[in-house]
């Protein structure tokens, strides 16, 4: 059995709900779904404790903030080894700016950041300042987001 054919309808809405507001109350999540509360409750607990849910975050608006400025940086490293991976994974994990950071294959980079600074002097400061002098960078190419088409934290839970 497959790990995911063991949610049923209500796991899955319970998932599909809680993925467009994780703040929704156990009152609110269960008239949603169609359970009454302690069912739904205990659900999420399971749920919670077997780690398909991780977390709840709290999404902010990033321009409302200040955050204009979205880029793609891919990292080219000098050598492909597990000590200069370490020392960049364990460097990278220190900015705040880095929003995600993939290893990658197919490309000519070794790894994919995406960053949110305010704007260009915040992002050449943090290239200059952090990225660049991390240990075993060899070459950075930057790409700079100038429209958001579609952007989700869901995942399509219509596989499971």
């Not at 915040?122 to 200059?128: A, E, G, K, N, V």
Request: glycine share 6%; hydrophobic share 40%.
């Amino acid at each position: 059995m497959s790990e995911a054919s063991k949610f049923d309808k209500f796991d899955r809405r319970i998932l599909e709900a809680l993925q467009r507001d994780g703040g929704l109350s156990n009152q609110a999540l269960a008239e949603r779904i169609g359970l009454s509360s302690s069912p739904c409750l205990r659900r999420v607990k399971q749920l919670e404790d077997s780690g398909v849910i991780e977390r709840r975050v709290t999404l902010l608006n990033r321009r409302k903030l200040g955050f204009t400025l979205t880029a793609f940086i891919q990292i080219s490293m000098d050598r492909h080894t597990p000590e200069r991976f370490d020392v960049f994974e364990s460097e990278i994990q220190c900015c705040p700016e880095v929003q995600a950071c993939y290893l990658i294959t197919g490309q000519d980079a070794d790894y994919l950041l995406k960053i949110v600074v305010p704007d260009m002097d915040h992002y050449q400061t943090f290239l200059l300042n952090k990225i660049t002098r991390i240990k075993g960078v060899s070459g950075v190419h930057s790409s700079f987001v100038m429209r958001r088409v579609v952007e989700s934290t869901a995942l399509p839970l219509g596989y499971l």
